[in-house]
Each structure stands twice: as structure tokens, then as C-alpha cells.
């Protein structure tokens, strides 16, 4: 069995909500951000009635 891993990578952009109170430009860069995802291939996805999920 394997496990499969994804890695994320998002930004934090400035909207109108920031501007208010913040000295940045709407769309400004304010950060990012990284995740992963990790998906066990022990654990089987099912359906409400039981059956298994095609992967």
C-alpha cells in the first residue's frame, strides 16, 4: 500500500476588507501559506450505502 502526498502552496492577496484598515493596495501580496495533503491508501472511501468509491 502506498500513501500519496500533495503539497500546497497559497497566497493571501489584499481585498476590499484589508484596504479598510491597512496601507496596501487591493490584490497586494500579504503572504503565503503551504500544506500538505496526505491520503492513506489503508482507508477506503465508501459511499452512504456501502459501496466502495472508484478511484
Excluded at 500538505?36 to 491508501?41: E, G, H, N, S, V
Aim: proline share 4%.
Amino acid at each position: 500500500m502506498t500513501s500519496v502526498r500533495w503539497r500546497r502552496l497559497s497566497i493571501s492577496d489584499a481585498g476590499h476588507q484589508c484596504i479598510k484598515c491597512h496601507p496596501v493596495h487591493h490584490g497586494a501580496l500579504l503572504g503565503a501559506f503551504s500544506y500538505t495533503l496526505l491520503r492513506d491508501a489503508r482507508l477506503t472511501a465508501k459511499e452512504p450505502d456501502g459501496d466502495e468509491l472508484v478511484q
